[in-house]
């Protein structure tokens, strides 16, 4: 599955932005989605997952009351909206794919078998 994420830019903090990750390539509801972030020197983090129905979802400790992921598989696509945004949650967001064998959502990057090529999030003070 071929993954393309776009809604990146520089926002202010306490401002909203959404996140799409489009799909293409593969039967996109076979997929548990998740998006990740990467600061500059840090490591990728996880942010958000979501099952491959909807009925599932998860997120990072950091962002769980401000971010929430939704998919629409008739449209390919999985979604991440960004509420209250601090300059801590600056990073590149990737969106990846992991072949869904249950509803459970894995935090660990290396459990995704598919990725997009991220978009940048800028949140100034």
């Known amino acids: 599955v071929q993954l393309q994420a776009s809604g990146g830019g520089l926002v202010q903090a306490g401002d909203s932005l959404r996140l799409s990750c489009a799909a293409s390539?593969?039967?996109?509801?076979?997929?548990?989605m998740g998006w990740f972030r990467q600061a500059p020197g840090k490591e990728r983090d996880f942010v958000a997952g979501i099952s491959w129905s909807g009925g599932s979802t998860a997120y990072g400790d950091s962002v769980k009351g401000r971010f929430t992921i939704s998919r629409d598989n008739a449209k390919n696509t999985v979604f991440l909206q960004m509420a209250s945004l601090k300059p801590e949650d600056t990073a590149v967001y990737y969106c990846?794919?992991?072949?869904?064998?249950?509803?459970?959502?894995?935090?660990?990057?290396?459990?995704?078998?598919?990725w997009g090529q991220g978009t940048l999030v800028t949140v100034s003070s």
């Open positions: 990846a794919a992991r072949s869904a064998s249950s509803s459970y959502i894995y935090t660990a990057p290396d459990s995704y078998n598919y």
């Open positions: 390539g593969r039967i996109f509801s076979r997929y548990n």
